[in-house]
């Protein structure tokens, strides 16, 4: 069970990282209203997307956050893998920024897998 929890918090925390407090401090930069604006979307849609990805990310980190908000939340982020990945293929070709959605993907449904066993493991 303690290793179940420590892989879990390992990769959620990863998640928050990488999904909430990056595009949170950087959203505003230049660089990243470039990469919206290359991809074709409009600037609004970057900031709606950050707001989501905090929100969803501080789902996934606070305990006391319900189960059905929790399982959205990790829906949410696997639209938003795969349709990343499929904007930058469409813009960019299969490169290098096309697949890496599909790593942080990978890293969420470890967490998802991890949250689902420490869960079973309650009842």
């Known amino acids: 069970m303690k290793k179940d929890k420590i892989i879990f918090w390992v990769t959620?925390?990863?998640i928050f990282l990488f999904e909430g407090v990056m595009p949170a401090l950087t959203s505003q930069?230049?660089?990243?209203?470039?990469g919206i604006k290359h991809l074709g979307y409009p600037e609004?849609?970057?900031n709606a997307l950050v707001v989501f990805k905090v929100l969803g990310t501080l789902a996934?980190?606070?305990p006391q956050v319900p189960k059905r908000l929790k399982e959205w939340a990790y829906a949410g982020f696997v639209f938003d893998f795969i349709f990343a990945s499929i904007s930058h293929?469409?813009?960019?070709?299969?490169?290098?920024?096309?697949?890496f959605p599909f790593i942080v993907l990978a890293i969420l449904l470890v967490s998802y897998f991890y949250?689902?066993?420490l869960e079973d493991g309650k009842a």
């Open 44 to 46: 609004y849609f970057g």
């Open 60 to 62: 996934l980190m606070i």
């Open 29 to 34: 930069t230049e660089l990243a209203k470039e």
């Open 12 to 14: 959620t925390t990863l």
């Open 89 to 99: 293929a469409a813009v960019d070709g299969l490169g290098s920024q096309a697949f």
């Open 115 to 117: 949250y689902h066993k």
